[in-house]
């Protein structure tokens, strides 16, 4: 069995629990489930390995880019692990891992900055940014792996020590990431451990951790900011969304069909950034949808280790049910299916991606997360009216606006209420971006110099020349 890494070491769980291929609709394997002496164990290992971490940067910076390269060197098999136990298709599974050894390679080459913010006479003050201490890492079970990275790269770049804890429905992949990263860094520094929900409450509670970074759904990161207040651990959330994609008047539906379905279908529906409300204008409303359900009747949808699927099964049963009953709900509202609505395939989780109009701005389709795939389509005349229904929502991580003119777009791009605007593309990510949500969809951000900073806090040094 995959073992978790404690202190450097290999550490298997006394209990275990299944671990689901929604692909097979049934087990396949099982994971360690953590005990509490084995987290204590864990948040010691880091609270020790945090002495010597902290101080140099240059070991930092070597193991960074050896992880990196590791990773990258066993993609494959981290990839088909993947697939296994979260369902994406392997080309995707390969690259979300790839992904995850350019995080490792990004924080290897950041710089930690020292500002200097007076210097006159004899007082001189910088600004150091230091590290933390011990931080809990939480991850979700769309993106494991790369998850898992990027919070484990900018933490332990900025000096910080990790206990992180992937989702349990997708452990194994992050566990073997755990063991690979055992030959990279020194014992304590990361430490990879599983179990549920309440494994991740301890963690939160736990005296030893200084600051907190989550990736998740919205409720969990509420319960999870309230839980870490008492403590007043720092608290970064990213958290879900709902995003809106605004299509103007003045675009090419062909041309852009394609890159909106992806936008929209890719992981199954299952990112947090993905198009979960299509906005688009009368004028070219009926070739675009025309286009999008060509799209999401032919797309191959199966096993994704079978090199012929293009999307893969809903990751898990309860996100599988909740899908169904979002459809069923966007039907009884009054809504119109152009392609698909139900579940596919003799065994497994797989629903057919589905694209719904004619449905009103409350059903919960369009006003909540369906993490799944099933599209809304919703018509607009106005474009100030679709800026407004956009952004009428807690919900703030991403949005997209589509247009012939990149400047037309871009001059709206601003009334988004939202932490990353795309134009003319969406899901496209890169590692010096900074993501985040406004509103209900995060605090603080991940990626990019300022992600890193995330993971430091502020030190000024004053010093007064003799
Ligand atoms: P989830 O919140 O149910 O679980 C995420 C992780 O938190 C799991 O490891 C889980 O065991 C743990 N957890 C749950 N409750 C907890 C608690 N009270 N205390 C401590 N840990 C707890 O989310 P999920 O279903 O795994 O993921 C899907 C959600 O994640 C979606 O809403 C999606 O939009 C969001 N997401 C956001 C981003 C982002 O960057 N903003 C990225 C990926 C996914």
């Known amino acids: 069995m995959i073992s978790m890494t404690i202190d450097g070491r290999k550490i298997a769980g006394a209990d275990t629990y299944d671990v689901v291929n929604p692909a097979l609709g049934a087990v396949f ?85 020292t500002d200097i913010v007076h210097d006159r006479d004899a007082l001189r003050v910088e600004v150091w940014r230091r590290p933390y201490g011990v931080v809990a890492a939480i991850t979700p079970w769309n993106y494991p792996v790369i998850s898992a990275a990027g919070k484990i790269a900018a933490a332990v770049r900025a000096g910080n020590t990790v206990v ?103 992981n199954s529906g299952q990112v947090c950034s993905a198009i979960k409300r299509l906005y688009v204008h009368e004028r070219v409303y009926e070739p675009l949808a025309a286009a999008l359900t060509e799209l999401a009747r032919t797309v191959r949808v199966g096993d994704g280790l079978d090199p012929a699927s293009e999307l893969g099964p809903v990751s898990t049963e309860p996100q599988l049910r909740r899908v169904e009953e979002l459809v069923a709900d966007a039907k009884a509202a009054g809504g119109r299916i152009r392609v698909g609505g139900a579940r596919t395939g003799s065994r497994g989780y797989f629903f057919a991606p589905t694209v719904f109009e004619d449905l009103p701005d409350h059903a919960r389709l369009v006003s909540e997360e369906q993490f799944g795939p099933a599209l809304p389509l919703l018509r607009f005349t106005d474009v100030d ?77 004053s010093l007064l020349r003799s």
């Open 29 to 113: 394997a099982s994971a360690p489930d953590c005990r509490e002496a084995q987290l204590e164990e864990a948040m010691a290992a880091a609270s020790t390995a945090f002495r010597n971490w902290r101080s140099e940067e240059a070991p930092r910076r070597e193991a960074l880019t050896r992880a990196a390269e590791i990773v990258a060197a066993h993609a494959d098999e981290l990839g088909r692990l993947v697939t296994q136990e979260q369902g994406k298709t392997l080309v995707n599974a390969v690259r979300e891992v790839n992904g995850a050894a350019g995080r490792f390679r990004y924080a290897a080459g950041l710089e930690i900055p």
């Open 164 to 266: 992180l804890k992937p989702s349990p429905f997708t452990p194994l992949a992050t566990l073997r990431l755990g063991e690979l990263l055992r030959e990279v860094f020194p014992p304590g520094v990361i430490n990879v451990i599983s179990g549920g929900d309440e494994l991740g409450k301890a963690m939160i509670k736990h005296p030893a951790v200084r600051k907190v970074s989550f990736t998740g759904s919205i409720d969990a990161g509420k319960h999870i900011f309230a839980a870490a207040a008492p403590d007043l651990k720092r608290t970064t959330l990213e958290l879900g969304g709902n995003d809106a994609a605004i299509v103007l008047d003045d675009v090419d539906p062909a041309a852009i069909a394609p890159r909106l379905f992806w936008g929209a279908f890719q």
């Open 385 to 461: 009216d679709a800026i407004e229904r956009a952004n009428a929502t807690q919900y703030g991580l991403s949005g997209s606006l589509w247009s012939g003119s990149t400047e037309r777009a871009r001059a709206l791009a601003s009334r988004l209420d939202c932490g990353t605007v795309w134009i003319n593309q969406h899901l496209v990510v890169v590692p010096a971006a900074p993501t985040g949500g406004h509103k209900w969809s995060g605090i603080g951000v991940e990626n990019g110099a300022e992600g890193l900073l995330e993971f430091t806090q502020v030190q000024a040094v």
